[in-house]
T-cell receptor
């Protein structure tokens, strides 16, 4: 089993939809959880950074961590075409940063 | 926010030549820099971790004699792909982190696309 599992998609939604992106992990030593957005042929851009279980909100983005289930989510409200990108979850604990494979999201106008 | 630059953004070279990629933290001093490789539709794979003034730590399976890393200052790290071959063609991305931001939050450069003919 891979340390971090993420559905690669692709995921296609209409503009204005709520998007839910998820990752599961197996290493209980992971303590910090991040979501990165990567546009095509660009480096990843840090979107959200969380530590504890619970929700963290930033504008249209909400990151959710459930350490008991080893499950993290990123919700995007009122999705826009400019949100079309690959979203990578990443986590760190007693290892260097470990990335999920990324979920490719397309928001259709 | 923290800005990381890479140069060049893309490079095409002949098989057998060496290519140097620079990674710079522009507005902060990076205690640690990381080099990743990303193949199409794949996630980022960590190649090595480097701290300023010390030897890089390479991940299993990464040839340290082929991928030379120099972290000469707190704002500059270089990756040299020696005797590049077509299978080295990939998207190379660096990241930098600094202390005081919790768990080493990494800020990524824009990447360098290497094509070896």
């Amino acid at each position: 089993q891979k340390e971090v599992e993420q559905d690669p998609g692709p995921l296609s939604v209409p503009e204005g939809a709520i998007v839910s992106l998820n990752c599961t992990y197996s290493n209980s030593a992971f303590q910090y959880f991040m979501w990165y957005r990567q546009y095509s042929r660009k480096g990843p851009e840090l979107l959200m950074y969380t530590y504890s279980s619970g929700n963290k909100e930033d504008g249209r983005f909400t990151a959710q961590v459930d350490k008991s289930s080893k499950y993290i989510s990123l919700f995007i409200r009122d999705s826009q075409p400019s949100d079309s990108a690959t979203y990578l979850c990443a986590m760190i604990g007693n290892t260097p940063l470990v990335f999920g494979k990324g979920t490719r999201l397309s928001v259709i106008a | 926010g923290a800005v990381v630059s890479q140069h060049p953004s893309w490079v095409i070279c002949k098989s057998g030549t060496s290519v140097k990629i620079e990674c710079r933290s522009l507005d902060f001093q990076a205690t640690t820099m990381f080099w990743y490789r990303q193949f199409p539709k794949q996630s980022l794979m960590l190649m090595a971790t480097s701290n300023e003034g010390s030897k890089a730590t390479y991940e299993q399976g990464v040839e340290k004699d082929k991928f030379l890393i120099n972290h000469a200052s707190l704002t500059l790290s270089t990756l040299t792909v020696t005797s590049a071959h077509p299978e080295d063609s990939s998207f190379y991305i660096c990241s930098a982190s600094f202390s005081g931001r919790g768990a080493d939050t990494q800020y990524f450069g824009p990447g360098t696309r290497l094509t070896v003919l």
